[in-house]
């Protein structure tokens, strides 16, 4: 299933700050996470989000994020039986902007969204949502709404 293009996506102002707040918790390391929702009149709405360990290995997480296949294959099924979508994933940039790396890119699947919050200096800075793109294999950014 693919998404309109670029449908915003929304977290609830709850939602926005526990990602801030995973962000400053994990500094000066990556925090990690998954958005569970649906797809609902051409916005992505997020109803839960879940933190997960970020498994890259440990001198490399200040810079690096790892959902491993078995905890994204656990969400896949857990959000088929609540008849919800895995719509994406979030982490933060420690002191970097809220812009995808390379890295990002290069391991980016398309339908996702991608929020990223930048963290500067233990400082929730600002937070960007991404969208892989399939034809030019480059992320599209996706417009964040923060609503009830």
């Avoid at 839960?48 to 810079?63: D, I, K, Q, T």
Wanted: glycine share 6%; hydrophobic share 30%.
């Amino acid at each position: 299933m693919t998404p309109p293009a670029l449908s915003p996506i929304v977290l609830t102002p709850a939602f926005h700050k526990q990602i801030e707040d995973e962000g400053v918790k994990a500094f000066p390391n990556e925090c990690c996470g998954i958005m569970y929702g649906n797809d609902e009149g051409g916005r992505r709405i997020v109803k839960e989000l879940e933190p997960v360990s970020n498994e890259f290995e440990a001198g490399e997480r200040y810079h690096r994020f790892l959902i491993t296949p078995d905890t994204l294959m656990r969400a896949e099924r857990k959000a088929a039986r609540e008849g919800r979508l895995v719509l994406g994933f979030y982490h933060s940039h420690p002191d970097h902007p809220a812009r995808p790396s390379e890295y990002d890119r290069e391991h980016g699947w398309p339908f996702y969204s991608y929020v990223i919050v930048s963290i500067l200096q233990r400082t929730p800075a600002k937070m960007t949502c991404w969208l892989l793109n399939e034809q030019t294999e480059q992320f599209d950014e996706q417009s964040i709404e923060v609503s009830n």
